[in-house]
């Protein structure tokens, strides 16, 4: 008799081989846990699955293994860390920059990218108190030239909840 697989095991499954194929890495590591997600070029660890996992939630889990795959891809740690200005602000800018020219390269080759990747913003940006910010902060500096760079290199518009 064949043993139907859990639903959280299917996604884990799913999501690992999606993020090792997109990643261009087939022998990466990928693993579960709670917490952040991170990644080296051995391995990655994705947020554990909780629950039942709606299409929001399943899209954001993707967005987030999309965003690592795209950085291991096309990230180039040399080439990076020769750029790298000094400063504290400087540098976070430059990080992030960075993020978004790895996630626009990879929206522009792989269909579905840019869904789970938009789904994840919207959700980060909602969690900061974007959609309903009234006064411009320093402290969202980085987020918002992130999104304007990413709408000018991908020309998929700014999710509504990072609108103002």
Known sequence: MIRKEETNDLVKRVTAAALKALASEKELTVSFAPGQ???????????????????????KMRGIADSLALRLRYHDSDIHKSHMPS???????HEAMEQVRC????????????DNLNVLLD??????GFN???????ENLI?????MVREKLTGIAT??????
């Open 123 to 128: 959700q980060r940006y909602k969690a900061k």
């Open 87 to 93: 400063g504290t602000d400087a540098r976070a800018i």
């Open 37 to 59: 997600a991170s990644a080296t070029r051995d391995s990655a660890t994705l947020p554990s699955p909780v629950g039942n996992i709606d299409t929001d939630n399943l899209k």
């Open 103 to 114: 996630e626009s390269l990879g929206v522009k080759q792989f269909t579905g990218v840019a």
């Open 143 to 147: 987020d918002a030239v992130s999104v």
């Open 159 to 164: 999710p509504k909840s990072a609108e103002k």
């Open 132 to 138: 309903s910010l009234t006064d411009q902060k320093e």
